[in-house]
């Protein structure tokens, strides 16, 4: 990867970054408000609970930025934590905090997929 490239992708994952942390200080939507009326209360419950999936959804996303401005910083952006192979560019340009290929992210989340699964059988079974 270029020089060029890699200031190209170190300046969108600083914006990136940026937008994530301006995200993240704007909590009030997770307050926990009292409304007279049940269904008004239960509106506001479900208004909190997406407000408090975006904001770990945004959470951990700018913690992949983070750590993909380090792998920048050490020389290994660009080159896939399991498999040690180059992400592909196009890959890279959709998705600039990768940290995996295709193929290895692919077996990841095939393999989240099934011990989710396992979690949950468990679950019911007891």
């Known amino acids: 990867?270029?020089?060029?490239?890699?200031?190209?992708?170190r300046g969108i994952l600083e914006a990136k970054a940026e937008e994530l942390t301006g995200a993240a200080r704007n909590r009030e939507d997770i307050v926990i408000e009292n409304a007279p009326d049940a269904l008004d209360q239960v509106q506001l419950m479900g208004e909190r609970e997406l407000a408090i999936r975006n904001l770990d959804r945004d959470s951990a996303m700018l913690?992949?930025?983070?750590?993909?401005?380090?792998?920048?910083?050490?020389?290994?952006?660009g080159i896939c934590a399991k498999c040690e192979e180059d992400i592909a560019p196009k890959r890279l340009n959709a998705v600039p905090w990768a940290a995996y290929c295709i193929k290895c992210q692919e077996y990841l989340d095939r393999h989240q997929a099934e011990r989710e699964e396992i979690e949950t059988y468990e679950e019911v079974a007891v």
């Open 63 to 77: 913690r992949q930025v983070r750590r993909a401005l380090g792998r920048l910083d050490v020389g290994s952006y």
């Open 1 to 9: 990867m270029t020089e060029q490239e890699q200031q190209r992708f």
